[in-house]
Structure formats: structure tokens, C-alpha cells
């Protein structure tokens, strides 16, 4: 090959190359799930976390807000196979595909906020990264939910004989249905999405959840009787595919996972407000709002929810016994 054939040569998988590049980038747009409506405490994260990637790595991606690409346990397993490359998951329905994470499904198990974000920011909260990312899903920052509290259309919940005969909406997962059926009430899980309907033709009685929830929902306006039990607190994680995080040079992963930390400080910071404005907004809108003065009941009735969490897996135990041992 003379010198000109060689640098055509050359000059030809060069501008192939780029053009595969340019290509491969332009199809790359990441894909993200969220159940949250866009000005949501996780939204905001989310679209923080798409454009501080962008900026650090060039890597396009985009958050479709509203649940608009299904529900969570359908796009746990889209992430898992790579179809979605990101979302952000409650725990609470992670429990049937990573056992591990049904720790903090566990009624009661965080004493409060403070204590959740000592826990999951530290080697504990690595330790269930591991046991997601066995199952395909990449833990990148964990974000804030607060705390949930029961509410329905019927009357205050004071105490656990007030639960007998309502029926509450859960998450799917069969913790949170052990749980209401140890206070005397009945559960149905349910997609998020289909909450308010079901509050409002009456198939259901109630449901549970944190002040920006029922307010971004309008529950509130169907279900106008909050009880603050707190008795979930339950982290959220925001996981990549391993499938497109395996794509990914080492750069790139040190890069996506600093974007993914510096979201979960807005999260949170943006989380504590809308707490305060969510819980203005219900009272506003006329709901009935109490206090429970002694939860004590309450959490003794969970210790079968624990027996039979710990009877299925039992690692479980030494999880509880971890969590329990952070001040
Ligand atoms: C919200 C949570 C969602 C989802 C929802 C639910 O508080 O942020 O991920 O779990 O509750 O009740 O399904």
C-alpha cells in the first residue's frame, strides 16, 4: 500500500469510527422512570441528577415523570433487563425481587429520619446496594420519603382497635399486608396510580403514606382523615440498569455516581420543604388531622410481621439487629 492509499485508508476508519460514535451517543439517551409528578422532591433530583451527568459526561438522558411508563414492579424488572437504564424505586415494593431490602420495609425499624439517613448513609446502606446489584440493579444515591402515616374516608385512627374493619391500600409487597392485617385492619395491594379512584368509588377505605404523597395525589381530597402513625420510614434508592452501568468507562461510572450524590443532597433538601408545604396544603384543603399520643400498641403488634419476616429470610435478624445497634 503506497503513503496516500495508506492515509485514505486511515482517514476512512477514522471518519467510520466517529460516525459509529456519533451515532451510538445519539441513540444512547438514557431512559428514566419516575411515579412522581414533576415538581416532586425525587423529580427534581432526577432532572438534577440527568443534567449534572450531561454536564460531567456528555451522556444524554431523560426522566419520564408521572409514571407514564408503568408501574414500579414492572419497571424494576425493565430496569433489571436493561429496557429502562434508571429510576428511582421505593424500597417498599423492592422486597419480593431483593429480600435483603425488606429490612427497612419493617414497620417501626428507623426511630426517625435522622437515624434512616445514619443507617443508609453508612456501610449498611452499601450492604444493600450489594444485594440489589446482585439483581441487576446499581445503587446510586438513596433519597428521602419520609415518613407514612395511615388515612381514610372514614373516620381518626386514635388507636389499633380504630383499623378493624377498614380497608387499606398497600404497596406490593406482602409485608405491608401482614402489617395492617396485625392492627385488625384488611389490605389490598394496589398500584399507586390506582389509589385515588379506588378512595373515591369506595373499594377501598383507606391507604398510607408520607404528607407529599397524599398531597400530590389529591387522597386528600377522598380520604380526608390523617392519622400520624409514622410507622414506615422507607428509603428510595436511585439505581441504574447494571446492564447500561456495565457500558459505562471507569471515569464514567465515578462521574454518574457523584451526579447521582449530589441530587440526593437537593433531594433532601427539597423534601424537607415540600413536607412542610404538602402538610399546609391538606390542612388548608379542611382534612382531619391527629396525632397517635402512645404508638406503643401499635408497635408491639408488629412483632409477628417480624417473626414471619425473619421465619422466610432468616439473615434478616442479623439486618434488624444492625439496624437496631445505630444510634
Ligand atoms: C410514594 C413513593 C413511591 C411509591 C408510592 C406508593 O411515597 O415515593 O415510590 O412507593 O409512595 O405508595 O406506591
Given at each position: 500500500m503506497n503513503k496516500f492509499n495508506f492515509l485514505k485508508s486511515v482517514t476512512t476508519i477514522v471518519v467510520a469510527t466517529t460516525a459509529l460514535l456519533a451515532i451510538s451517543s445519539a441513540q444512547a439517551e438514557l431512559k428514566g422512570w419516575n411515579i412522581h409528578v414533576p415538581d416532586y422532591p425525587v423529580s427534581v433530583g432526577m432532572d438534577k441528577f440527568t443534567s449534572l451527568m450531561e454536564a460531567s459526561t456528555g451522556i444524554k438522558a431523560k426522566t419520564f415523570h408521572n409514571g407514564v411508563l408503568g408501574s414500579q414492579p414492572d419497571a424494576i424488572k425493565q430496569v433489571q433487563l436493561g429496557g429502562l437504564d434508571f429510576a428511582v424505586f421505593s424500597l417498599g415494593p423492592m422486597g419480593p425481587i431483593v429480600?435483603?431490602?425488606n429490612v427497612v420495609s419493617?414497620?417501626?425499624?428507623?426511630?426517625?429520619m435522622d437515624h434512616m439517613h445514619r443507617v443508609m448513609d453508612g456501610s449498611f446502606g452499601d450492604k444493600l446496594s450489594a444485594a440489589m446489584e446482585e439483581k441487576g440493579l446499581v445503587g446510586l444515591a438513596w433519597y428521602d420519603s419520609g415518613a407514612r402515616s395511615f388515612y381514610n374516608s372514614k373516620k381518626p385512627i386514635t388507636e389499633v382497635a380504630d383499623m378493624k374493619g377498614l380497608k387499606f391500600r398497600v404497596m406490593g409487597n406482602p409485608i405491608f399486608v401482614e402489617m395492617v392485617e396485625a392492627l385488625g385492619g384488611n389490605a389490598t395491594p394496589m398500584a399507586f396510580s390506582e389509589v385515588f379512584q379506588s378512595l373515591k368509588t369506595g373499594v377501598i377505605d383507606g391507604a398510607e403514606n408520607n404528607w407529599p404523597s397524599y398531597e400530590s395525589t389529591s387522597h386528600f381530597e377522598v380520604a380526608g382523615f390523617y392519622s400520624l402513625s409514622q410507622h414506615l420510614i422507607i428509603p428510595e434508592c436511585l439505581c441504574m440498569s447494571k446492564i447500561t452501568w456495565d457500558k459505562l468507562s471507569d471515569d464514567e461510572k465515578v462521574a454518574v455516581k457523584a451526579a447521582a450524590r449530589e441530587s440526593s443532597v437537593l433531594q433532601r433538601e427539597e423534601w424537607a420543604k415540600r413536607a412542610l408545604k404538602s402538610r399546609k396544603i391538606v390542612e388548608a384543603g379542611g382534612i382531619k388531622f391527629n396525632e397517635i399520643a402512645d404508638k406503643s400498641a401499635f408497635q408491639d403488634a408488629m412483632s409477628v410481621v417480624y417473626e414471619k419476616a425473619v421465619a422466610k429470610s432468616p439473615f434478616l435478624q442479623e439486618y434488624i439487629d444492625a439496624i437496631q445497634s445505630v444510634d
Open positions: 429480600p435483603a431490602t419493617l414497620p417501626f425499624i428507623f426511630k426517625n
